[in-house]
């Protein structure tokens, strides 16, 4: 039932292999568990800074992430960052904050926020969105060695899990070169698509000329239409039972008129785009933008989907838009889902309906990982497809049991094209 060849549609090679070196916190139960990991690693090392990735605090007793404070505490006042599973918050410490310049009167960025104390209106270290990039930038970059490490590891580990192809949801302008490097040196061995920010995708498209290979291809260009479920800042059509403040339905990154334009600018290169969208007002106003536009060029992608309502299921189809869902996503977001969206639980990876609708897995139904953000092994995303809760939770707990697909049409998704059977 498993094909031989698999496709990862979602993921990110270079965070994959550099996420693999940082102090992972994905196994911490608690905040106090998490700050002595991070002191450890301190400990452990002499100077530089110390870069954490996983923490999941939604799934802690008490969901409150580290402050500046506590980190300063953990790691002896030096420079530290750590990043929530997602990717989308950041908690840094004091030196942290300010090596980004980051002070009580810094205004929050353009699609960022700078949480503040309610007091003091002192920032408490944790930063959503694009504020959280105001530290990671100030963070040194790998170097290049670093980099064709990072991507290795990834390349090894893809592999190792039967992938034959994968796609690398917000490139950097050096992985296209680097990438036809390894595949000139027979180091490659895996066919990867390139979707780089809309911000770059004219120089990616013109600069493709000189790193495209059979195996290493410019797939299109990739925006943001929302945040994440975990950070409440998923783009939705109603209220959040426990909203941020001041953002009952999340945060839209793009106005219809700026879907619009991106949509004309990457269809005008021959290339579709691929929207990063997870609630289903983002997923809805993606929809609404193509069939307002009508590109010509075929593939373009929603990325994520992982609320659809009922009446865009079947615009997918209709406007033979790619659905590229993980659903290895929902295993770990149970119970914030349910806190966070128990109204809209029926309208969680609708895999049932889409395919019912004509969305065809390996053709218009894309599965992916989104790795390092969960691990990329396809097992689980099959398991999530069919069972729709995690292994040994009670039936009970099943998100949306209705939308459950069989074996076969899970592993169809992960097919490349052409080798689909279902
Ligand atoms: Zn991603």
Sequence with gaps: ???????????????????????????????????????????????????????????????TYPTARELDEAVRGRACCAWSFDYHALVASSLALASAGITPHSADPPGGIVCRDERSGQPTGLLLEAAAHLVWDAVPAPS??????????????????????????HAPPWLGPLLAELDDADELGIRVELFPPLARIESAAEQAGSWRRDRVRLGGGKVFVDGTLNSRTAWMLSDF?????????????????ELDEAIRRVDALGLPLAAHAIGDAAVRAVLDAIERVRPRTPGFRIEHAELIDERDVPRFASLGVICSPQPCHLLPDIEALTRLLPHRLDRVLPLRDLIDAGTKPGE??????????????????????????RVGMDVSASIAPDQAIEPAEAWAAFAPHGAASV
Excluded: Y
């Design 1 to 63: 039932m498993k094909p031989r060849h698999l496709r990862d549609a979602h993921a990110h090679l270079p965070q994959h292999g550099r996420a693999a070196e940082m102090v992972r916190l994905d196994g911490c139960a608690s905040k106090e568990a998490c700050l002595s990991q991070l002191a450890a690693a301190g400990d452990a090392s002499a100077e530089g800074w110390i870069l954490g990735a996983g923490l999941r605090a939604e799934s802690w007793p008490e969901p």
């Design 144 to 169: 290049e060695a670093d980099r064709r490490r990072h991507v290795l590891r990834a390349v090894g580990d893809m592999k190792r899990l039967g992938f034959v192809e994968v796609h690398d949801l």
């Design 241 to 257: 039972a426990d909203p941020l403040p001041g953002r009952p339905r999340g945060q839209a990154m793009m106005s219809p008129d």
């Design 364 to 389: 218009l139904l894309l599965f992916g990982s989104d790795t390092p953000i969960v691990r990329p092994n396809p097992e689980d995303s099959v398991h999530a497809a069919v069972h729709r809760r």
